[in-house]
């Protein structure tokens, strides 16, 4: 009788915790943006205005090092693409388009490391971009 409480009281201290962890959150907050394509096929609501993507290509044409592209720059490095970034956030911020407005999705080659990817990720990050994210390899 002896083991079945104890093997009781340790279900029912489980079942306590995860009970009190669990109900604090209804759903994981993303600030990802809405697709018009995917698993969901939720259309999106009527007033809904889809961010400017801009998309920065990056390729590794040998192992020591990476060739970034957004738009019309092209740079080596990671504090580069971190000031052109800012210069593009300022010219689209003086044409009217605010930053939580603009999706910047890194799209890397085959090839790229991931130290490259982390690079230019925080160099979009630094730059006064809050939505960045990751497409897949191409």
Do not use: W
Request: charged share 20%; aromatic share 8%; proline share 7%.
């Amino acid at each position: 009788m002896t083991p079945l409480v104890d093997v009781v009281m340790v279900l029912l201290i489980f079942m306590m915790l995860v009970g009190k962890f669990g109900g604090d959150e209804h759903f994981l907050v993303s600030n990802l943006p809405i697709s018009q394509t995917g698993a969901g096929g939720t259309p999106p609501p009527k007033d809904f205005v889809p961010d400017e993507p801009l998309e920065v290509r990056v390729d590794s044409p040998t192992p020591d090092r990476f060739v970034a592209r957004a738009g019309q720059i092209q740079v080596t490095s990671g504090a580069t693409l971190r000031a052109q970034l800012t210069r593009m956030l300022a010219q689209m911020q003086a044409a009217g388009t605010k930053a939580d407005k603009v999706q910047v999705v890194i799209s890397p080659a085959r090839n790229v490391r991931y130290a490259y990817l982390i690079e230019c990720y925080e160099a979009a990050l630094q730059s006064g971009f809050t939505k960045v994210s990751f497409a897949t390899a191409r």
